[in-house]
RNA sequence: GGACGCUUAGCUCAGCGGGAGAGCGCCUCCCUGACACGGAGGAGGUCACAGGUUCAAUCCCUGUAGCGUCCACCA
């Protein structure tokens, strides 16, 4: 089956005999990529446009079934969109970029990346990854990446096609493509110059793993076992020692104060004297600074540099000297830092020199217990510790040269400014505005987006080399902005030539490559064309629509406002709209370390991509939802519902054409009515983005549909029973109501309402335009009232009770139904009169108008099968 | 330590000032000319707890508890 069935030349409808889910997806992504179905329209003007700054999944990992939930969300926005005639630029990215994919290259091939190494043009990566891991130069390195992330690509988008996202799928970009590379280096330029990005050499969080800063926006704090060790620092003017806790005594080499509370009376006599650190002898002032706590620990804590953020404060405030001790690997350096003189402690810090930070902290432990300098025995507790979001291993903090982009984090102006900007932006829900608030109000430092890595955008400048070789840090030679791209480890700098590379008065590249966010906080810029195709730009930036989850508004969300911002002086979208987690059955997020993700794909295949999406769209804006197959099949259910209703309603001989045909009896206008007033609720709900509604709004309307109105309308819509006159009326009714409901259903069950249409319909469902309330009222007639169906549906219920009370076939014969009610329901009853006979096979139905309830008396026919 | 969200039928969730709802699951029945990947009917809840406002509170306010999430300077 490679096509799809065509409406035949006759204009009859082309109904199957026995209508199936099975093979939808298949055969109707292909028509829609053939027919280009979702193909942005160039030519309509930023009014007319719809566009979405679409996440970029990280493919390095693999889509899982949260994925699949929060881009069905947006799928049935871009598709209500377009089909309210808005051009909708809905592209898709490939977030290929970064640490993750270097970790997956590293594991799936086997390799590693040794920048030192020449680049070897046969390269060829080992079969099988061995045990030791293969050095590769950086090019070979990044040439793998791109390798393999093209493979998860390929696979990436073969899921969403089965899932039907209504994706322009000639509007793909990645986040190492040239166009975002051109972008972020361009952004990168146009910062430095305006003066909010910047270098400086600074204590700076550090993963001693990969071997690279990190910024504050990607740690994340983990419970680890530690514990208090008190250590006497002996006073140099005599008197007791001072006792202070760490939790880190392997930095007490590195200390270069004692710090207390201002108003500590216990500590204010110290203010200003000095003792001598334990083991290493080195003298440190006693010194005062409020953010000090009086009742943690001793109440008198030792400086490091650098221990934690808060030894970051207190010797930039303090203006304390620096002891670095700690290497870039992790290790302890082989040199004793400044300060440290005496030979005894040189001696003592020998036996350091190299040890990782866990062995130092052993052995150090072990020789203030042999000066009898530790007090008591270690206290082990349980306390936070800061870690990269990737790593394993707790971070660091050491001294480096970075690039920062001002967010904010030292300027409260700036800080105010983006808050005011976050409130000019429309949440979905609105609650979430809080965590950009919160994140917003607390950074503390700059964003650091220098990463010291190899698979990412490269910083796009050099640095002249002096007649000593040396780096002049302060004179960076700038990429012109035509040639961006730019390599600085491959290509030349204006005016220089390749030999001058890495020689005296030649030139260096910068060798770090940005932060992923540094690129993938200029999605809009980079997917609407800034600066590469300034047409396309004009017609979809700034865009509307930023769907995300709500983990990352810390991150991609407040560091794209940050970069748009500085850029346009303006929001980069309108709206955000945040998807939540999916959890399983025990409420705990999904993941993969607990292995219980289901692979999106099977899941496709097992309960088909409608149904799935009808699970997806039950999930609420920003509304963790639990998986539930449940959910699943009850969407399956609604498919396959929506095909049988429809093989009804087109098997009557009725096609297209019957839809201009008045509609005439009550039960008929009924409905119409009932419709327009659907199609306003899911209107209202889609203008709110609470697709969860407009799908709920239709599909009660829809089961209502099937199990009342076609029941009642059966016999006269085959041309028989008492008003078989009025055929033609139902025959209007029934496919006028079809047609909408289909269009409804459209955004959320794609392939089975696209199916449905094809039979008797020309050109996609999807490109059909939205149902519109006022026809459907003009249709119905000004008198027409939704409740009639209602009450209709009531007496038939009546009449099916009895049916099920006495165990009968639904089909079994009723000898009199007796009904009475307000006069104004018996109106309803009465105008309904002949379809509900028909119904209910009801030989004799008596009315009588009297207050109170509705009642229906039943007297079943004498069963003739006894 | 701060902030936000949640707590309604066995399960998943709507409702949010005046009659306690849906779907699933469960029970009973029905092979009726769109559908057995179906249809009809039914049972099932002191709306977390405690106060307050109101003629009236699941719904508003205050507090408590539990669950979840985000944030917070590791002594």
């Known amino acids: ?3 799809a ?140 990446c791109e390798q393999l992330t093209a493979t998860d690509e390929q696979a990436f988008e073969q899921v969403w096609r089965q899932l039907g996202l209504s994706v322009d799928w000639s509007q793909v970009y990645t986040t190492i493509g040239s166009a975002a590379q051109a972008a972020s280096q361009r952004a990168f330029l146009h910062g430095l110059a305006r003066g909010e990005v910047y270098a400086a050499a600074a204590p700076t969080l550090w993963d001693v793993t ?25 006073r140099t003017v005599g008197g007791d020692p001072v006792l202070i806790e760490t939790t880190r005594p392997e930095l007490l080499a590195a200390c270069v104060a004692l710090v207390a509370h201002p108003d500590d009376e216990r500590y204010q006599p110290l203010f200003g004297s000095t003792v001598r650190s334990p083991l290493f002898e080195v003298e440190v002032p006693v010194v005062a ?44 350096v082989t040199d004793p830092p400044p300060g440290l003189d005496s030979a005894q402690g040189r001696a003592r810090f020998e036996t350091l020199a190299g040890t990782t930070v866990f062995t130092a902290r052993e052995r150090t432990v072990e020789m203030l217990r042999e000066t009898g300098e530790l007090v008591g025995e270690p206290k082990p507790i349980t306390h936070p510790v800061k ?49 950009y608030d919160n994140w917003v109000g607390g950074l503390n430092g700059d964003w650091l987006i220098s990463r010291q890595r190899f698979f990412g955008v490269p910083f796009p400048l050099w640095y ?161 939802t639990a998986f539930d197959t449940g959910q699943m099949k009850v969407g399956r259910r609604l498919a396959m519902k929506v095909l049988n209703v429809s093989r009804f309603v087109l098997g009557l001989g009725a096609d297209a054409s019957a839809l201009q045909a008045p509609v005439t009896a009550a039960v008929d206008r009924a409905l119409l009515a009932g419709l327009a007033d659907v199609v306003d609720r899911a209107t209202a709900a889609f203008e709110s983005y609470d697709y969860t509604r407009a799908l709920e709004a239709a599909e009660d309307f829809f089961w209502a549909f099937c199990d009342d109105y076609v029941e009642l309308v059966k ?35 794609p392939f089975v309402t696209e199916e449905v249409w094809s039979w008797w319909q020309d050109g996609s469902v999807h490109a059909a335009h939205w149902p519109d309330s006022a026809p459907l009222r003009d249709a119905a007639g000004v008198d027409a009232a939704p409740a009639l169906l209602a009450t209709a549906g009531a007496v038939l219920s009546a009449v099916r009770k009895a049916k099920s009370e006495a165990k009968v076939s639904q089909r079994a014969a009723v000898a009199r139904a007796s009904v ?38 039943v007297v079943l026919a004498q069963a003739s099968d006894g």
Request: aromatic fraction near 10%; include cysteine; proline fraction near 9%.
């Open 1 to 3: 089956m490679t096509s």
């Open 5 to 144: 069935p065509t409406r035949t030349a006759g204009g009859s409808a082309r109904v199957p005999d026995k209508p199936t889910l099975e093979g939808l997806e298949a055969r109707w992504s292909a028509v829609w990529a053939k027919e280009g179905t979702y193909a942005f329209d160039r030519t309509a003007e930023r009014a007319a446009v719809y566009s979405i700054d679409t996440p970029p999944p990280t493919v390095s990992g693999s889509l899982h079934v949260g994925h699949v939930f929060s881009y069905t969300h947006t799928d049935c926005i871009a598709r209500y969109q377009r089909m309210r005639g808005k051009a909708v630029f809905y592209p898709m990215g490939w977030d290929d970029n970064g640490l993750p994919t270097e970790r997956r290259v590293q594991n799936y091939f086997g390799v590693r990346c040794d920048p030192s190494l020449p680049y070897d043009p046969g390269y060829q990566p080992p079969a099988e990854p061995g045990k030791q891991q293969q050095p590769v130069s950086r090019r070979n390195f990044v040439e793998l």
């Open 210 to 234: 990969f071997r690279t800063a990190v910024a504050q926006a990607e740690l994340e704090d983990r419970e680890r076992p530690g514990a208090y060790h008190t250590l006497a620092f002996p």
């Open 289 to 332: 600074h409020p953010l000090a706590e009086p009742d943690k620990g001793s109440g008198i804590a030792m400086i490091c540099t650098f221990g934690d953020l808060t030894d970051v404060t207190w010797w930039r405030e303090l203006d304390l000297p620096t002891r670095p001790i700690l290497g870039r690997d992790g290790r302890i």
């Open 387 to 435: 870690f990269y979001e990737k790593g394993d291993k707790p971070l660091e903090i050491v001294t480096s040269r970075q690039w920062y982009i001002r967010n904010g984090g030292r300027d409260e102006q700036v800080r105010d400014r983006l808050i005011a900007r976050g409130a000019e932006l429309a949440w979905y829900p609105p609650y979430m505005k809080g965590r």
């Open 464 to 624: 002249p080399l002096g007649g000593d070789g040396e780096p002049d840090f302060t004179r960076p030679i700038l990429a012109d902005d035509a040639a961006l791209p730019v390599d600085p480890s491959s290509d030349v700098p204006p005016g220089y030539a390749p030999e001058q590379r890495g020689r005296p008065g030649g030139f260096i590249g910068d060798p770090d490559v940005m932060d992923t966010w540094a690129t993938s906080s200029l999605t809009p810029q980079i997917a609407g064309g800034w600066e590469r195709d300034p047409d396309l730009f004009s017609r979809v930036y700034p865009m509307d629509l930023r769907p995300q989850g709500h983990d990352i508004i810390r991150t991609w969300l407040f560091s794209t406002v940050v970069r748009a911002d500085a850029e346009f002086d303006a929001l980069p979208w309108a709206r955000v709209m945040l998807s939540g987690w999916i959890l399983d059955p025990d409420r705990k997020k999904m993941s993969k370390s607990k292995g219980n993700v289901v692979t999106p794909l099977s899941l496709l295949v097992e309960h088909g991509s409608d149904a799935v999406r009808y699970w997806a769209a039950s999930g609420r804006v920003g509304t963790d």
């Open 715 to 749: 016999v006269r819509a085959y041309g028989e029973g008492p008003a078989a006159d009025a055929v033609g009326s139902a025959h209007a009714a029934l496919t006028t109501a079809l047609s909408v409901l289909l269009r409804l259903f459209a955004p959320f069950l």
């Open 820 to 857: 009475s009610a307000p006069a104004d329901v018996v109106t309803q009853v009465t105008a309904a009169a002949d379809d509900l006979r028909s119904a209910g096979s009801i030989a004799d139905l008596a009315v009588q108008a009297r207050d109170g309830e509705l009642t229906v008396d």
